[in-house]
RNA sequence: GGGCCGUUAGCUCAGUCGGUAGAGCAACUGGCUUUUAACCAGUGGGUCGUAGGUUCGAGUCCUACACGGCUCACCA
């Protein structure tokens, strides 16, 4: 706005100097409506559609006596035709036709109405109406200026297509995608994503809140970054005169009030990553994590599937969605071990290895090698054994699948297997290739806690950055007791990104990460 | 960080062999009292991402940079 307008802006403020002109308010406070669009769009459905012109009357005379309407919203369209105009209006989720003649507003507000730009807000009162194309519309009596868009309005056809311009000005994207023609079958507009989004979070908490888990706030900024393996973002708290980490993850504070005595809580917030940016990855993610006395990580699969499956009936109203290329079948859960899942996904008959050479030094290298993996030679067996997964395995992964029997050197918060101390009672759930879910029984005993963070320590000090730290507060809790407890972490971002036909976890993000635009 | 692709009017996009910039929407003027990607006639609008270079001449070729997209790596 600071550079110079274009010949399209200064017309719209000249507009706006004349609607001022003419005496109205051009920034007025409020005005009363008797229906939404998306209400009266939903009330007279039923009415719209093309008909004979007997019956067409009939509906009309039966809509007039209803009496007049009051409605608001955004100009997306305007046809102006001599001495009487069509227009649509929006209200981001639906578009009502309104209807304005001359004779019927009288001089000052048709004066008014041609002052009017695409994208201006304006109120309206009038009587409902089918046209003879069959389309409800308002037929106005009167009409009031609500607030100029001083800006021009992208393509009303196309809309924005260009990306960076969706992700940095998401209020223009959600303002064209309402009414954008060019859409795939089924594809959802900008707002309808978020409209989903918000629907997904408000059934998980009603899913919690229901069978008896409490909601908790726990810090977002905290001494140590602890709880995950990732790094953190660093800031400084002026009066107490330390550093603070941005959470990674709420997970041993939510522990922490196990031992308290809570049986059940689950948070829904930000965790903050200071890493790279991927079509999954974003420095601030949302997480749902939830923790439960009594319970092993094998009553959590059963819960996730039921949480899931549940979302999917209430959000997509079907449990075969769409996702890019492929098709998620969510009546068809798979469960297999790590091993199990290299085994089957392997490549290359010739090179595949056992069960048991997977957990065997020189087989998991030879694994890796027959894969051009390279990896650290640092990397203990688990370490490793989870690197192959990776590359065989999990883009292979398209229905869901909880992968259990984890290695203990990758999980150091995880109860170990009790007939197998090389394993954790852990798994995690992969959708599409994508780790939606990371659940285990959780480690309970104080001293074994506390080895588990001396070799996260000793990794660190040998370069692992991601490793974890001490933290003595946890151990100091868990040796109060607590009692066996499951936990599981969701990533609503990407579930979001599945029941939504998304690709990257921007187009589910309303202000994702950007570099700052250089001005 | 590497590779590939992109950046042209407010928006969506063309632009041939290097020869001085095009369309649709939007805007403006006129016409039109049930249109709907309204229509008909006419008009205006450009530092071609930025900075250099090659050339008689660069939107086009070369180099660097900026921003973005995809992808690989990283992120267990």
Known sequence: MQEQDNDQIQQRKRHL??????????????????????????????????????????????????????????????RLMGKAAFAHLSDGLNLLQVYVRKNDVGDDAWNLYQKLDLGDWIGVRGYIFVTKTGELSIHVSSL??????????????????????????????LIASSSVHEREPGELTTREVFEKRAKIIRETRRFFDERGYVEVETPMLSPL????????????????????????APELYLKRLIVGGF??????????????LSYKHNPEFTMLEWY??????????????????????????????????????????????????????????????TID???????????????DINFDPKLNNGQLLGEIFEHVA????????????????????????ADDPRFVERFELIVAGMEIANAFSELNDPAEQRRRFEEQVNQRESGDEEAMVMDEDYIRALSYGMPPTGGEGIGIDRLVMLMTNRRSIRDVLLFPHMRPESH
Request: hydrophobic share 40%; with cysteine.
């Open 394 to 417: 999990e883009p292979n992964l398209i229905n869901p699948t909880f992968i259990t029997e984890f290695p203990t050197e990758l999980s150091p918060l995880s109860k170990q297997s």
């Open 263 to 276: 049986e059940k809580v689950y948070e829904i917030n930000r965790n903050f990553r200071n890493e790279g």
């Open 225 to 248: 970054a602890t709880g995950a393996a990732a790094r953190p973002f660093v800031t400084h708290h002026n009066a107490l005169g330390i550093d603070l980490y941005a959470r990674i």
């Open 17 to 78: 100097a004349e609607i001022a002109e003419m005496g109205h308010a051009v920034y007025p406070h409020r005005f009363d409506r008797t229906h939404t669009l998306t209400e009266i769009v939903e009330k007279y459905r039923d009415q719209a559609g093309r008909r004979d012109e007997a019956e067409l009357e009939r509906i009309n005379i039966e809509l007039k006596s209803a009496g007049e309407v009051a409605v608001a919203g955004r100009i997306m369209t305007m």
């Open 357 to 371: 050479g997977l957990m065997d030094r020189e087989q998991l290298e030879k694994a890796a090698a027959a894969l």
């Open 144 to 173: 009031r200026f609500l607030a100029k868009a001083l800006l021009p309005m992208p393509d009303k056809y196309h809309g924005v297509q260009d990306k960076e311009l969706r992700y940095r000005q998401r209020y223009v994207d």
């Open 292 to 353: 439960q006395a009594y319970s092993d990580f094998r009553d959590l699969m059963d819960l996730t599937e039921e949480l899931i499956t549940m979302l999917l009936d209430k959000v997509c109203g079907m449990r075969r969605i769409p996702f890019q290329d492929l098709t998620i079948d969510f009546n068809d859960w798979q469960r297999l071990t790590m091993r199990e899942a290299v085994i089957k996904y392997w490549p290359d008959e010739s090179t595949r290895p």
